[in-house]
């Protein structure tokens, strides 16, 4: 994921979301997640320019960066700050835990040499908890950037993570 | 046009493909063809088919009969008797328990698995998602049709109010009275809102239906609509399912342009416009009032009630929020009849449930049976027993927000009255099944970490509450706990259940007061002995507390 985002490119991708959302309100969470899943996370620098194309005082939209700040600190799925190449999403909620998931955190701890919510030194992962992913017949589960693993076993968490470059 | 009338299923996870199951596939693909059948039965692969001891394991759809374990030499047979002539192969059938004599009251399939009534899930898995010549062959928009030619909105209304159809997204409000709020407030415009937020733990019964029946929500949100007189819907899909949302965004596409959605429906004057928007990563987003905030660009927040959405909904307009699967009751009842609808189920409780059975059982996933079935008919029929043979603890039903049943009370049936009745909560139809291996003090800590992830902050009995609850639990488990602070934590529970802003703070704690009603001593044991029972909490590596010197 980028981590240097020149002025010039942020711009021209915020052009472009926006004219596919919409410059309306309603249209910032949609807006917000395009950001997100091009360049990874939400730079600060992304709202004012984002708040620009949605002011409309004549319909009323008055927008502050921190109205778009709020929106873009809710959502688990948003950073606000770059995290990983590939990004690991443990499932730690209640079923995935009573069906294994204590062994398989640890493997995924030890494998990867990090403690929930860091990211490697070389940018390549990042260990996240997220709440319940809704495939809960085959937990314990976790997410690789969009693939999802399931039935995972503490053996598996090696060969699986090797899958990425 | 090709019109599939048989689907055959090959496992090939890995033991089955250690088994030969790739012959076996290719087998049926040749066998087949020499039936002349390839135009009518379409062969596939399943890779997760579950634990079975009997793989390589055959499905045959639609008469879910499945064959274990299957060689090459059986594939003849198979194809010739059952696919070609009709007959299920008895001698071939995997071994399974035979549902017993007093379940006879559940309609079901032919077939050799545990019998369930599949309405909801009628489609799903057997056909293909993304063709509309599927769905529409599988009496798809057949409802729509009646509705919008034969039957004014005041109909519609008055026949899903005497089907007795409750929501299924764990409120239970009943669906036509919801209806015909918003139909009789005056305002406009008025809109439609499908809640495809499913973020309760445990619960991917909805997923299932975006996924494998897309076309089923359009429509009943198009009839919704029809009812009440809505022009706009909007489905709200939560982002950590981008299938679904494509198989939605792909059904929204096929169905406008066959005319089936968008302006003049059917060549009438009713105009419906369906809006798909993701969510984004947050559990307080499937609480009616915090999505709408979400669709408007905020955070989602819920609102102070009343006013209901009923009244002040999406942009200040009357708007229906309802579930996925209370919607994909929508058409059946319409094409079927109320009364058909009204005498599945008990008699407060109309229809089926999907419930999804998951934890330290045999065999995990979904179920769909009228409502009422109780926790043992659960889990020694479908689930096939306790893992391993271990015994059973306790289920928490309902998902994270649900109660907890200890073993004593599996008996009682799951329905929208068992938490009046009997303390034992329905939700959203996710049984947890817990066996002797389970901590409670482990599990409840789990739990209200949870809550205390997803409070959304508005209020301070929650924000509070879940905070210190979670902190109190951890506390507990790791051995640094006193007795007083058992009272503390069902103080905090009763404040945060009376004076919350919405139902996550009012629900977050019903888990732990129901672990101190039935479990309390196993709790007292992590405090006073330092010990954990179970042997999973790391209490027992602190050194026992010291009295206070006077």
């Given at each position: 994921?980028?981590?240097?985002?020149?002025?010039?490119?942020?711009?021209?991708?915020?052009?472009?979301?926006?004219?596919?959302?919409?410059?309306?309100?309603?249209?910032?969470i949609?807006?917000?997640?395009?950001?997100?899943?091009?360049?990874?996370?939400?730079?600060?620098?992304a709202?004012?320019?984002?708040?620009?194309?949605?002011?409309?005082?004549q319909?009323?939209v008055?927008?502050?960066d921190?109205?778009?700040?709020?929106?873009?600190?809710?959502?688990?799925?948003?950073?606000?700050?770059?995290?990983g190449?590939?990004?690991i999403?443990?499932?730690?909620?209640?079923p995935?835990?009573v069906?294994?998931?204590?062994?398989?955190?640890?493997?995924?701890?030890d494998?990867?040499?990090?403690?929930?919510?860091?990211?490697?030194?070389?940018?390549k992962?990042?260990?996240?908890?997220?709440?319940?992913?809704?495939v809960?017949?085959?937990?314990?589960?976790?997410?690789?950037?969009?693939?999802?693993?399931?039935?995972?076993?503490?053996?598996?968490?090696?060969?699986?993570?090797?899958?990425?470059? | 046009?090709?019109?599939?009338?048989?689907m055959?299923?090959?496992?090939?996870?890995?033991?089955?493909?250690?088994?030969?199951a790739?012959?076996?596939?290719?087998?049926f693909?040749?066998e087949?063809?020499?039936?002349?059948?390839?135009d009518?039965?379409a062969?596939?692969?399943?890779?997760?088919?579950?634990i079975?001891?009997?793989?390589?394991?055959?499905?045959?759809?639609p008469?879910?009969?499945?064959?274990?374990?299957?060689t090459?030499?059986?594939?003849?047979?198979?194809?010739?008797?059952h696919?070609?002539?009709?007959?299920?192969?008895?001698?071939?059938?995997?071994m399974?328990h035979?549902?017993?004599?007093?379940?006879?009251w559940?309609?079901g399939?032919?077939?050799a698995?545990?019998?369930?009534?599949r309405?909801?899930?009628?489609?799903?898995?057997i056909?293909?998602?993304?063709?509309?010549?599927d769905?529409?062959l599988?009496?798809?928009?057949?409802?729509?049709?009646?509705?919008?030619?034969?039957?004014?909105?005041?109909?519609?209304?008055a026949?899903?109010?005497?089907?007795g159809?409750?929501?299924?997204?764990?409120a239970?409000?009943?669906?036509?009275?919801?209806?015909?709020?918003?139909?009789?407030?005056?305002?406009?415009?008025?809109?439609?809102i499908?809640?495809?937020?499913?973020?309760?733990?445990?619960?991917?019964?909805?997923?299932?239906?975006?996924?494998?029946?897309?076309?089923?929500?359009?429509?009943?949100?198009?009839?919704?609509g029809?009812a009440?007189?809505?022009?706009?819907?909007?489905?709200?899909?939560?982002?950590?399912?981008?299938l679904?949302?494509?198989?939605?965004e792909n059904?929204?596409?096929?169905?406008?342009?066959?005319?089936?959605?968008?302006d003049?429906?059917f060549?009438?004057?009713?105009?419906?416009?369906?809006h798909?928007?993701?969510?984004?990563?947050?559990?307080?987003?499937?609480?009616?009032?915090?999505?709408?905030e979400?669709?408007?660009?905020?955070?989602g927040?819920?609102?102070?009630?009343?006013?209901?959405?009923?009244?002040?909904?999406?942009?200040?307009k009357?708007?229906?929020v309802?579930?996925?699967?209370?919607?994909?009751?929508?058409?059946?009842?319409?094409?079927?009849?109320?009364?058909?609808?009204?005498?599945?189920?008990s008699?407060?409780?109309?229809?089926?449930?999907?419930?999804?059975?998951?934890g330290n059982?045999?065999?995990t996933?979904a179920?769909?049976?009228?409502?009422g079935?109780?926790?043992?008919?659960?889990?020694?029929?479908?689930?096939?027993?306790?893992?391993?043979?271990?015994?059973?603890k306790?289920?928490?039903?309902g998902?994270?927000?649900?109660?907890?049943?200890p073993?004593s009370?599996?008996?009682?049936?799951?329905?929208?009255?068992?938490?009046?009745?009997?303390?034992?909560?329905?939700?959203?139809g996710?049984?947890?099944?817990?066996?002797?291996?389970?901590?409670?003090?482990?599990?409840?800590?789990?739990?209200?970490?949870?809550?205390?992830n997803?409070?959304?902050?508005?209020?301070t009995?929650?924000r509070?509450?879940t905070?210190?609850?979670?902190e109190?639990?951890?506390q507990?488990?790791?051995?640094?706990?006193?007795?007083?602070?058992?009272?503390?934590?069902?103080?905090?529970?009763?404040?945060?259940?009376?004076?919350?802003?919405c139902?996550?703070?009012?629900?977050?704690?019903?888990?732990?007061?129901?672990?101190?009603?039935?479990?309390r001593?196993?709790?007292?044991?992590?405090?006073?002995?330092?010990?954990?029972?179970?042997?999973?909490?790391?209490v027992?590596?602190?050194?026992?507390?010291?009295?206070?010197?006077?």
């Amino acid at each position: 994921m980028e981590q240097e985002v020149t002025e010039l490119d942020l711009a021209s991708l915020v052009e472009r979301v926006v004219g596919e959302h919409g410059a309306t309100r309603d249209a910032i969470i949609p807006i917000l997640s395009d950001i997100n899943r091009v360049l990874g996370y939400i730079p600060a620098t992304a709202l004012p320019e984002i708040r620009r194309r949605i002011q409309l005082p004549q319909e009323g939209v008055f927008l502050a960066d921190s109205h778009l700040y709020s929106a873009a600190s809710f959502y688990q799925m948003f950073s606000l700050h770059p995290i990983g190449r590939h990004v690991i999403r443990f499932c730690e909620s209640a079923p995935c835990h009573v069906m294994g998931g204590r062994q398989v955190i640890r493997a995924l701890q030890d494998e990867s040499g990090l403690q929930p919510g860091e990211t490697s030194q070389d940018m390549k992962w990042s260990l996240l908890m997220t709440s319940c992913l809704g495939v809960c017949s085959v937990g314990p589960a976790f997410l690789v950037d969009n693939d999802i693993y399931g039935n995972v076993t503490p053996e598996r968490v090696p060969e699986i993570l090797a899958r990425y470059e | 046009m090709k019109v599939i009338r048989s689907m055959v299923l090959v496992s090939v996870d890995d033991a089955s493909l250690a088994r030969g199951a790739q012959d076996v596939f290719r087998a049926f693909l040749d066998e087949i063809d020499e039936f002349g059948l390839s135009d009518q039965v379409a062969v596939t692969t399943i890779r997760e088919a579950g634990i079975h001891a009997d793989t390589p394991l055959v499905i045959v759809y639609p008469d879910a009969a499945v064959y274990g374990p299957v060689t090459v030499a059986d594939v003849h047979t198979i194809v010739e008797e059952h696919l070609y002539k009709g007959n299920i192969v008895p001698s071939l059938l995997e071994m399974m328990h035979a549902p017993a004599p007093e379940f006879g009251w559940m309609r079901g399939r032919r077939g050799a698995l545990p019998v369930q009534t599949r309405i909801v899930l009628e489609r799903a898995g057997i056909i293909n998602p993304e063709s509309i010549e599927d769905y529409i062959l599988n009496d798809g928009f057949l409802a729509l049709g009646k509705a919008l030619t034969q039957m004014r909105p005041a109909d519609v209304i008055a026949e899903v109010d005497k089907s007795g159809l409750q929501g299924r997204g764990g409120a239970g409000f009943p669906t036509g009275q919801k209806w015909r709020f918003v139909a009789s407030t005056p305002g406009s415009p008025k809109y439609v809102i499908c809640n495809a937020d499913e973020s309760e733990p445990g619960t991917f019964k909805d997923r299932l239906v975006l996924e494998g029946d897309p076309f089923s929500i359009i429509e009943a949100m198009t009839i919704a609509g029809y009812a009440i007189n809505a022009q706009e819907g909007y489905i709200y899909i939560r982002g950590e399912y981008p299938l679904a949302y494509r198989r939605i965004e792909n059904a929204i596409r096929q169905a406008a342009a066959r005319g089936l959605l968008g302006d003049r429906i059917f060549g009438t004057d009713f105009s419906f416009h369906i809006h798909i928007h993701a969510g984004a990563g947050s559990y307080i987003c499937g609480e009616e009032t915090a999505l709408i905030e979400s669709l408007e660009g905020k955070r989602g927040m819920p609102r102070a009630r009343p006013p209901y959405p009923t009244t002040y909904g999406l942009f200040g307009k009357p708007t229906v929020v309802n579930n996925v699967e209370t919607l994909a009751n929508v058409p059946p009842i319409l094409r079927n009849g109320a009364v058909w609808f009204r005498e599945i189920g008990s008699p407060k409780s109309a229809g089926t449930k999907v419930y999804t059975i998951l934890g330290n059982v045999n065999f995990t996933g979904a179920i769909e049976v009228p409502m009422g079935i109780t926790l043992r008919e659960v889990i020694d029929i479908y689930a096939k027993g306790m893992k391993n043979d271990k015994q059973l603890k306790l289920v928490q039903t309902g998902g994270s927000s649900g109660t907890i049943v200890p073993a004593s009370l599996q008996d009682v049936p799951l329905d929208f009255e068992s938490f009046r009745n009997a303390g034992v909560s329905l939700g959203s139809g996710a049984l947890l099944v817990c066996d002797e291996d389970t901590c409670v003090v482990d599990l409840a800590k789990v739990i209200l970490r949870f809550f205390r992830n997803e409070c959304c902050g508005k209020c301070t009995p929650c924000r509070i509450g879940t905070l210190r609850l979670y902190e109190i639990m951890s506390q507990i488990s790791e051995g640094s706990a006193s007795l007083a602070e058992l009272d503390l934590m069902l103080k905090i529970s009763e404040a945060m259940s009376e004076v919350s802003n919405c139902g996550l703070g009012q629900t977050a704690s019903i888990a732990l007061r129901d672990f101190m009603k039935y479990f309390r001593q196993e709790i007292e044991t992590h405090i006073v002995d330092h010990v954990c029972p179970v042997g999973v909490c790391p209490v027992s590596e602190r050194a026992p507390v010291l009295a206070p010197v006077p």
